[in-house]
């Protein structure tokens, strides 16, 4: 699980164009941010994610809770987080069928959604200006929509094959 900022001021990404001469890019210089919390089943392709207004203890208690939901009553889910201070605020309480588990700060190389989010933001969100905070919501839900409507892409993008599995 990981969560990214997605906003008006967006992204330029590198684009073919003809030599000699650059090519022509709006960006937007706005500072309106949402951000984008998902979990990734990498073995599977399955994902869950949710589009929320702030990164905090509160927000992180929402997909907590929105993600225990969505689970099986058989089912319990490990959660890997990256070493963010929201994650370890006290004031979380952690859902029945969820187990979250902390890697070091400032280790994204092992963190799967990374990559997921790399992919999302190339392919549907870089290069665009977004004229209200709507607007980007509204990107965002599409760009995650699509990425996760293929399950070979989810697997593709968050797959380590040198990532162990965990045995708790």
């Known amino acids: 699980m990981d969560e990214t900022r997605i906003g008006q001021k967006g992204r330029l990404q590198r684009v073919w164009w003809q030599r000699g001469q650059r090519p022509r890019r709006a960006r937007d210089t706005r500072y309106g941010y949402v951000y984008l919390y998902g979990a990734f089943e990498p073995k599977t392709g399955r994902a869950f994610g949710l589009v ?13 809770d929105a993600f225990a939901d969505q689970l099986e009553p058989d089912e319990h889910a490990a959660v890997v987080l990256d070493g963010a201070a929201w994650h370890k605020e006290p004031t979380i309480r952690v859902p029945d069928g969820v187990t979250l588990i902390i890697q070091p700060p400032y280790a994204p190389e092992v963190q799967p959604a990374e990559s997921a989010w790399r992919v999302i933001k190339e392919r549907d969100l870089s290069n665009k200006v977004f004229k209200t905070i709507e607007d980007v919501v509204n990107a965002v839900c599409c760009a995650w929509n699509r990425f996760i409507d293929d399950p070979g892409q989810v697997r593709s993008a968050t797959h380590y094959p040198w990532l162990k599995s965990i045995n708790l």
């Open 52 to 64: 929320l207004p702030r990164v905090n203890a509160e927000a992180m208690q929402v997909w907590l």
